[in-house]
């Protein structure tokens, strides 16, 4: 990340030039070289701390600060009750009422160790249980509160190349029914770029096609685009494997048209947004008996047949109804045909019912 490699290089100058300055001010213009490698020292170690913590994200962090303000609570209301004073009385006078051989000092520096053990491992154990715990964990710590973003309605989306360069995405999110952040992880952007590139027709279109959707997405103001950058998984791990890791680190659901990426993404415990299954649901089940009102717009296969078509695509052949095309006509379902190509609808029209 660009960013974040200009924000170690002003870091790693201004260290530098702490270190100089102390080291010019303790012992003068000749120990300044000694305060410049001490002051890359300490930047190269922060640095390296902060890339190690790159998978740490500000709600893991927010989380660990509630659990060891807890622990630390814990740790002083122990310290409060007498628990260490107790411990000081019996080491400081035995059984008989005589006074141990342990000296002031001594003891004052067991109990110093007995405390920072007591806050240091009640913080920790907090911090680790935090870290471990859902967000709606914290409401048993508050009963009947919940806390929750105006900004964010929902749960972030996350969405997939696949999605992306469906064509159907633009109105599924511009119609209302999905509601959060768009999240796009940096690997799906290079993917999108390298289908455009691509020297397959087909696939350059796809590539092209999701490139466009993004770019009306990120023009809308009802639209919140997110480019995640950071590593998800390791360099071995699989493009799907990276997105469900990507997806339960940032507690997102999923939005795809994959459907092997669907099927393995809820055996592991992710929510996943299928549009095929949204298509299939919107699809209008089709009864024998059922009156359709169709519009005839093309001749069949046989003389005498019309056929209509409804509004999610599906062909209804009416017999008899040839001198009736380009009307829009009532018709009654006959029968269904169910075949490898889809679903065959055979209707007559109503008229003839009567």
């Excluded at 209301?77 to 059984?95: H, P, Y």
Aim: a negative charge; charged letters at 20%; proline letters at 3%.
């Amino acid at each position: 990340m660009r960013s974040v490699n200009t924000a170690r290089l002003v870091y790693l100058l201004v260290c530098e030039l702490a270190g100089a300055g102390i080291a010019n001010f303790a012992g003068g213009p000749d120990m300044i070289w000694v305060g410049i490698v001490i002051g890359l020292v300490v930047a190269a170690f922060f640095i390296l701390v902060e890339s190690l913590m790159k998978q740490f994200t500000l709600r893991g962090f927010s989380n660990a600060t509630v659990g060891l303000l807890i622990g630390l609570f814990c740790a002083w209301l122990l310290s409060r009750v007498g628990v260490l004073d107790l411990l000081e009385t019996m080491m400081s006078v035995n059984e008989k009422g005589r006074t141990t051989a342990l000296k002031p000092e001594h003891i004052d520096a067991i109990i110093l160790g007995m405390n920072v053990t007591l806050f240091s491992s009640l913080g920790f154990l907090g911090a680790v249980l935090a870290l471990r715990s859902g967000g709606d964990d914290f409401s048993l710590l508050i009963p009947y509160v919940r806390f929750h973003r105006e900004s964010t309605p929902g749960p972030p989306l996350l969405l997939d190349a696949h999605v992306i360069a469906d064509s159907r995405l633009y109105g599924v999110l511009n119609a209302g029914f999905l509601e959060g952040n768009l999240i796009i992880p940096r690997f799906i952007l290079e993917e999108l770029h390298i289908m455009a590139n691509s020297p397959s027709s087909s696939r350059r279109a796809r590539g092209l096609r999701g490139l466009e959707t993004l770019e009306r997405l990120q023009k809308n103001d009802h639209f919140r685009i997110n480019i995640h950058d950071s590593e998800a998984g390791s360099n071995s791990d699989t493009h799907d494997a990276r997105l469900m890791h990507t997806c339960r680190l940032l507690t997102a659901r999923l939005l795809t048209t994959d459907e092997n990426l669907t099927k393995a993404a809820r055996l592991q415990g992710v929510t996943v947004l299928n549009i095929n299954d949204l298509n299939q649901a919107l699809k209008p089940k089709i009864a024998v008996g059922e009156r359709i009102r169709l519009p005839l717009v093309r001749a069949g296969k046989d003389e005498h047949q019309a056929v209509g078509y409804l509004p999610d695509g599906s062909m209804i052949v009416v017999n008899n109804a040839v001198n009736k095309i380009n009307t829009t006509q009532d018709v009654t379902v006959i029968s269904t045909l169910e075949t490898e190509a889809g679903l065959m609808v055979f209707a007559e029209l109503f008229e003839l019912d009567n």
